[in-house]
């Protein structure tokens, strides 16, 4: 099997289109039809539903098609790398990242580190859940993973046993909502059981919503919100915290400006403010010259919240 035949496939399953594929493929059709007759007889199933218009993948062509994304990205990332070293050249670190940490702590965090400069962030990782960072450094699709992280015990769900970390930075998770008339806050926890909160929310086994989740249950006196939406990223619900739909813990950072504008305020006193950190990731098993230097000179002194 070539990996053309891969290239192919994927052309195919986008356009649903023999001749528009062979077009992008810069191949004849009859070429192209041949290539993908081939493949499904190195495969042994029928990948693709000719009967339909437009195309249409069998439940095998599916099922290969992920394998097939997959295993492309995989052999580009390798020649990416193969090229770098034959051309001399150093090789750059990827760090993943939410797009939040991307955009609130990592500018503050290269102005602290040696060599900035080598750090590559990988923008496909900004829509990750959290076990996908620890899967992609495990595979090497990346060098490091910067994510957050909560300081007091939590039941999470992911296998970091293959990863070392270093605690680069301090973080809190905040109660937030939008002012009334009057500037206070439109909602105050803990609210009550006739009253309850609008609440916006993370899922409740990602990181961020295990981790507010684990912190409402230690405080003595119980909050009473009403979940309105489920969210896993900080900025999507920060954006309908703003327009008024409810109340949700966010990292400071991200909301540091909104909170000196008044576009937002506090909805509980810091007793409700979920303690993070933000952590470093590298597996155990990954190691390149530039990367180990690097790990060796990583501040161990946290970035505090600001």
Not at 31 to 57: D, W
Not at 75 to 82: G, K, S
Not at 154 to 173: F, K, P, Q, W
Request: hydrophobic share 40%; with cysteine; net charge neutral.
């Amino acid at each position: 099997m070539e990996i053309r035949w891969l290239e192919d496939f994927i052309a195919l399953a986008r356009t649903r289109h023999f001749s528009r594929a062979a077009d992008e493929q810069n191949v004849t059709q009859p070429t192209f039809s041949r290539r993908i007759k081939l493949l499904e007889e190195e495969m042994g199933a029928t990948l693709i539903n000719r009967q339909t218009l437009p195309l249409s993948l069998t439940p095998a062509g599916k099922e290969f098609l992920a394998l097939s994304e997959e295993v492309t990205e995989r052999v580009r990332l390798t020649r990416d790398r193969v090229r770098e070293i034959s051309a001399g050249q150093q090789r750059r670190i990827m760090l993943a990242a939410p797009q939040s940490v991307l955009a609130h702590f990592l500018p503050q965090w290269l102005c602290v580190i040696d060599q900035p400069s080598r750090i590559q962030p990988y923008l496909r990782a900004t829509g990750w859940t959290a076990s996908e960072y620890f899967q992609a450094l495990g595979r090497g699709e990346c060098d490091l993973a910067l994510c957050y992280w909560p300081r007091e015990r939590c039941e999470l769900d992911l296998d970091t046993s293959a990863c070392n970390y270093r605690v680069i930075g301090h973080e809190r998770m905040i109660a937030v909502t939008t002012p009334d008339a009057q500037g206070k806050p439109s909602a105050m926890l803990p609210g009550s059981r006739s009253q309850p909160i609008a609440w916006l929310t993370y899922p409740k086994r990602s990181l961020l919503g295990s981790a507010v989740k684990a912190h409402l249950s230690r405080l003595a006196q119980a909050a009473h919100l009403t979940v309105q939406s489920e969210n896993s990223y900080a900025a999507s619900i920060k954006e309908l915290v703003l327009l008024g739909y409810g109340m949700s813990w966010l990292p400071e950072r991200t909301i540091k400006a909104e909170l000196e504008s008044g576009q937002l305020v506090r909805a509980g006193d810091p007793r409700w403010d979920v303690p993070m950190e933000l952590r470093l990731y590298r597996h155990q098993n990954q190691h390149h010259a530039g990367l180990d230097a690097f790990w060796a000179t990583v501040p161990s002194l946290p970035i505090p919240c600001p």
